[in-house]
């Protein structure tokens, strides 16, 4: 806005300049040379008008870049918490693997459910939570919300922050995720519910069958259910990764975008 008025403030000097001049032609009576002034005057005027013009289309660009890149900026912040989010979750998977695999060789070691359910106990409450991701895409919506995916001029750009943030990221592999764990849990919990397991966490007595009565290393469900777990980890592992490798294109894009 200052160099607009800057250069108003010349133009505004000039044509003052010419008209000071016009007049001493017309009370000079030399009509030649005034019409040339007269001109020159409007070629000043109209070369004045671009110029401003051309000012003003450039100071409008530079204020939709500046608001393209604090868009950007935010965007990338999402993404590499989107990153470290992804760590997280597979650093969960591999724990929770681990204690699934560790069941398994429990149960095949041995049948005597003295020895193999405190080793299950503890790691029931591994096994039986989940972690998934869900991309932070509180910036991106934001700038959809105000209208201003426009503001993105890299078409590669836009297309491709709109595909990841239009991704359901939930319903799909990572619901498996969910539904398998819980029907892990209330498919185990009551075949391993035992007198000593409520003593352990309530103090209290009860009716039920003692430990050695449990069966579940003979139980093809509980097999089938831990199976089902490691395969589910691991497609929802070849997600992460996918996704991770398109967040690190995406952030490229940024940078570059950012840098031009």
Do not use: C
């Not at 497609?235 to 690190?248: A, F, G, H, R, V």
């Amino acid at each position: 806005m200052s160099q607009l008025v800057a250069l108003d403030l010349k133009l505004t000097n000039m044509i003052k300049f010419f008209r000071k001049i016009r007049f001493e032609l017309i009370n000079k009576n030399m009509n030649t040379k005034y019409f040339k002034y007269a001109i020159g005057e409007i070629i000043l005027v109209m070369i004045g008008i671009l110029l401003a013009l051309q000012v003003n289309d450039w100071n409008t660009k530079r204020i939709l870049k500046s608001k393209e890149q604090v868009y950007l900026k935010q965007i990338r912040i999402s993404l590499n918490n989107d990153l470290e989010s992804i760590k997280d979750v597979k650093k969960f998977n591999a724990e929770k693997a681990s204690y699934i695999d560790s069941t398994f060789i429990a149960l095949e070691q041995s049948s005597n459910p003295e020895k193999y359910m405190p080793l299950i106990t503890n790691y029931l409450f591994v096994m039986g939570e989940f972690n998934v991701f869900e991309p932070n895409n509180i910036a991106f919506e934001n700038m959809i919300a105000s209208e201003n995916i426009d503001l993105i001029t890299n078409m590669k750009l836009r297309k491709n922050l709109s595909l990841y943030y239009k991704r359901d990221f939930v319903n799909s592999t990572q619901e498996r995720i969910k539904e398998q764990t819980r029907q892990f849990v209330d498919y185990l919990t009551p075949k391993i519910t035992n007198k000593q397991f409520i003593k352990q966490f309530t103090k209290h007595d009860s009716h039920l069958p003692n430990i050695f009565e449990v069966k579940i290393h003979s139980d093809q469900q509980v097999y089938a259910h831990l199976l089902i777990m490691i395969l589910n980890i691991d497609n929802q592992n070849e997600l992460l990764d996918t996704t991770t490798e398109e967040i690190k294109r995406l952030l490229d894009l940024i940078d570059n975008n950012l840098k031009s």
